[in-house]
């Protein structure tokens, strides 16, 4: 990195800074509701967006004045979230994973610009039967790989994967997806390296035979975004300016490594082979992703 573009950053953070200390209106005296949404079983996950949520609000009270977060937790299909984003009044803020776009689940949201986990989320590995480890270990190839049947949750990127050649099967919530994983309707979940889990349940139960693959990942160029109701502009604005002022003064990769470090570490990434797929959804927004970072995590 040049020294411009040093002083340049610098100066970002500088003007940033400059910004959200400016004094607080008079008139703000009401915290700002924030009702933010979670629907991930992986609770390390939550506390990391929860945690992201709570600087960003935090480094911009003195512009925008006091909040308060409320944080829910339930399962819900895409199209309920959208209904309950968009009306605005149970949730104003919620995270969802894939590029930009007015079609779908995120017409009329509005997007914060600035993504989460810097395309972390497209990195996957393979929740297997342990009894077919051996059988994985052979295969290096995505040809290889899609020639077996794979499970993926409804609504998840599955379009991403059948896109790829994969033949999948889109179970509705994740304990049907386990369960028909454990009783061989297909080889694997390909589940992102900020979720899979070293042990799995079904119904109470912990289930032995289910474990992570151990010499397999998958990439796709997959962005995780915050999005706002239609009806709180003013909270994507603050949220804007403090997750930019976070990610300049580097607070978003330490909060990153704090929650997800020693899990990325104990899975070995750089060490297994590197399977990438196309994402047709993908803008370029993202860039070129260069793996090498893999060797520092």
Same mark, same amino acid.
């Given at each position: 990195?040049?020294?411009?573009?040093?002083?340049?950053? /610098?100066?970002?953070?500088?003007?940033?800074?400059?910004?959200? *200390?400016?004094?607080?209106?008079?008139?703000?005296?009401?915290?700002?509701? /924030?009702?933010?949404?979670?629907?991930?079983?992986?609770?390390?996950?939550?506390?990391?967006?929860?945690? /992201?949520?709570?600087?960003?609000?935090?480094?911009?009270?003195?512009?925008?004045? =006091?909040?308060?977060?409320? +944080?829910?937790?339930?399962?819900?299909?895409?199209?309920?979230?959208?209904?309950?984003?968009?009306?605005?009044?149970?949730?104003?803020? @919620?995270?969802?994973?894939?590029? =930009?776009?007015?079609?779908?689940?995120?017409?009329?949201?509005?997007?914060?610009?600035?993504?989460?986990?810097?395309?972390?989320?497209?990195?996957?590995?393979?929740?297997?039967?342990?009894?077919?480890?051996?059988?994985?270990?052979?295969?290096?190839?995505?040809?290889?790989?899609?020639?077996?049947?794979?499970?993926?949750?409804?609504?998840?990127?599955?379009?991403?994967?059948?896109?790829?050649? +994969?033949?999948?099967?889109?179970?509705?919530?994740?304990?049907?997806?386990?369960?028909?994983?454990?009783?061989?309707?297909?080889?694997?979940?390909?589940?992102? /390296?900020?979720?899979?889990?070293? @042990?799995?349940?079904?119904?109470?139960?912990?289930?032995?035979?289910?474990?992570?693959?151990?010499?397999?990942?998958?990439?796709?160029?997959?962005?995780?975004?915050?999005?706002?109701?239609?009806?709180?502009?003013?909270?994507?604005?603050?949220?804007?300016?403090?997750?930019?002022?976070?990610?300049?003064?580097?607070?978003?990769?330490?909060? %990153?490594?704090? *929650?997800?470090?020693?899990?990325?570490?104990?899975?070995?990434?750089?060490?297994?082979?590197?399977?990438?797929?196309?994402?047709?959804?993908? @803008?370029?927004?993202?860039?070129?992703?260069?793996?090498? %970072?893999?060797?520092?995590?």
């Amino acid at each position: 990195m040049t020294c411009l573009s040093i002083n340049a950053n /610098v100066f970002i953070v500088l003007l940033v800074t400059a910004f959200l *200390h400016r004094a607080a209106p008079a008139s703000a005296v009401e915290p700002m509701l /924030v009702k933010y949404l979670g629907n991930n079983t992986n609770s390390i996950s939550e506390e990391y967006y929860l945690a /992201v949520i709570e600087s960003a609000l935090k480094v911009t009270e003195a512009t925008y004045g =006091p909040y308060q977060l409320v +944080f829910t937790q339930q399962q819900l299909s895409s199209e309920r979230k959208h209904d309950l984003l968009v009306d605005g009044e149970k949730v104003n803020v @919620d995270r969802l994973v894939g590029f =930009p776009s007015q079609k779908g689940p995120r017409k009329g949201l509005i997007r914060v610009e600035v993504p989460l986990l810097n395309g972390v989320m497209g990195y996957r590995i393979l929740l297997i039967r342990k009894e077919d480890q051996v059988r994985f270990s052979s295969i290096g190839t995505l040809d290889e790989l899609r020639k077996l049947p794979m499970g993926f949750g409804k609504g998840w990127e599955g379009h991403v994967y059948k896109f790829n050649g +994969f033949s999948v099967a889109e179970p509705l919530n994740m304990t049907m997806l386990l369960k028909m994983l454990a009783g061989r309707r297909y080889h694997f979940v390909p589940l992102s /390296v900020i979720e899979i889990d070293d @042990d799995y349940e079904i119904d109470g139960q912990r289930v032995d035979e289910l474990v992570p693959e151990q010499t397999l990942l998958l990439y796709m160029p997959l962005p995780v975004y915050f999005y706002v109701s239609p009806k709180q502009s003013l909270l994507a604005d603050r949220l804007t300016l403090g997750l930019k002022y976070l990610q300049e003064n580097g607070q978003m990769e330490r909060l %990153f490594k704090t *929650h997800f470090g020693e899990r990325l570490m104990r899975l070995h990434l750089a060490k297994r082979t590197l399977i990438e797929l196309t994402n047709p959804d993908d @803008d370029g927004s993202l860039g070129v992703i260069n793996h090498k %970072f893999l060797r520092d995590l």
